[in-house]
């Protein structure tokens, strides 16, 4: 049982954990965050190196390193985007929106440049995590990152094409405009055929974890068939009018104690890049 509830448990409170810090600490004025962005560089780069060292190790405590190592590195992403460092070449609101949400999906356009930078960082780190765990036996890793990678795609996708839920109260005020960009509707087309796919893979890794020989393959399966179903549920958080934020909002403290005469959007890009 420690075998697939252990792991199931990591899961459940670094995905927790992790998202309530990256909140916290975007919330920290912005003078310190160039500091904070400096010490998850350094935590990033050494996970790198813990994924490149545990690529031919076949326990569970690679199983767990190369876990927790992916999600830092998707840590190093989440921050660099909420600080307005690596977003994309456009930081102004849509065109022709009032600064709220619409209720039709924003010209695709401006939508992307928005964002690009960010997407295309996150594609080269897959690619060279790819590249520093190739042929070995280890590959949590890689598929961590993987599945938030692809996950975190669908939702952007949703929340584009319009879904009623948006959490557009995680962003930051010099992201703000990025809202600009979400359509509001109570569901979109898409919506179905991604949480369907979804929970076909999440139930596909369910039942290979619970087939599993070796305590290595049951703790990597049971990581990565969590990890999924967490993602189907965020998914569902999307549509159904649940309050998600309420699970961190511990996290989203810092913002209430800074001072509510806030630099503009801006001021707060060029501070944060700095």
Known sequence: MLTYGLPVLFVLFLWWFSTGLVLYVIGLPLSTRRRNMTVMTGLAAFALAAL?????VMTVTAA?????????????????FLTGLVTGPRNAACPGRDGEPGCEPAPLGPAVQSVIYHEAAIALTAALIAAITWDGANQVGLWTFVILWLMRLSAKLNVYLGVRNLTESFLPPHLEYLKTYFCRKP???????AVTASTVVAVALVMAAAGATTAFTATSLTFLATLMALAVIEHWFLVIPLPAERLFGWGLASRAAQSPDMPDKNDAIRMAAA
Not at 64 to 80: D, K, L, R
Not at 187 to 193: D, E, G, I, Q, R
Request: net charge negative; glycine share 6%.
């Open 187 to 193: 569901m979109n087309a898409f919506f179905p055929v």
């Open 52 to 56: 490149y060292a545990t690529g031919d």
């Open 64 to 80: 767990y390193a190369a876990f927790t190592a992916a999600i830092v590195v998707w840590g190093w992403h989440e921050m660099s």
